[in-house]
């Protein structure tokens, strides 16, 4: 059965709007390409996918070697707000983009949500 890419772009799509604070979303491949993406204006969906993978390659790499185990999230935190990388599956990775102004608790457990939904299209 091959991956429904419109519904994926419809569960990011009502993730952003739905999620207070959430700026962007994106699905990616550890190899760096996109499945889909609802990111701000002015943002390259290739650039960010590349990033992403890179970043996951990296937090995987220092789990390891602090004997940490597999990672599950990786969290960037900068002036202007977060970027949250979470394991969707072997296969994706779901980057989220939240606002400054964003209450954690509330992102980690919409992402959470969107996560199990989106696993249910990667099968």
């Known amino acids: 059965m091959a991956i429904n890419v419109e519904k994926l772009n419809a569960v990011l799509q009502n993730f952003v709007t739905g999620t207070t604070d959430v700026q962007g979303?994106?699905?990616?491949?550890?190899?760096?390409?996109?499945l889909a993406a609802t990111?701000?204006?002015g943002m390259d969906e290739e650039r960010v996918s590349a990033m992403s993978a890179a970043m996951l390659s990296l937090g995987e790499r220092i789990g390891s070697e602090l004997g940490?185990?597999?990672?599950?999230?990786?969290?960037?935190?900068?002036?202007?707000g977060y970027g949250i990388?979470?394991?969707?599956?072997?296969?994706?990775?779901?980057?989220?983009?939240a606002d400054k102004a964003a209450?954690?608790?509330?992102?980690m457990l919409e992402i959470k949500r969107a996560v199990a939904e989106l696993k249910l299209l990667l099968v």
């Not at 940490?68 to 202007?80: L, M, S």
């Open 103 to 107: 209450k954690q608790g509330v992102v």
């Open 68 to 80: 940490r185990g597999g990672i599950e999230r990786i969290f960037v935190e900068g002036d202007k």
């Open 39 to 41: 990111l701000p204006g």
């Open 85 to 97: 990388l979470t394991s969707c599956s072997e296969d994706a990775v779901f980057v989220v983009l």
């Open 25 to 34: 979303a994106a699905l990616v491949t550890p190899d760096g390409l996109p």
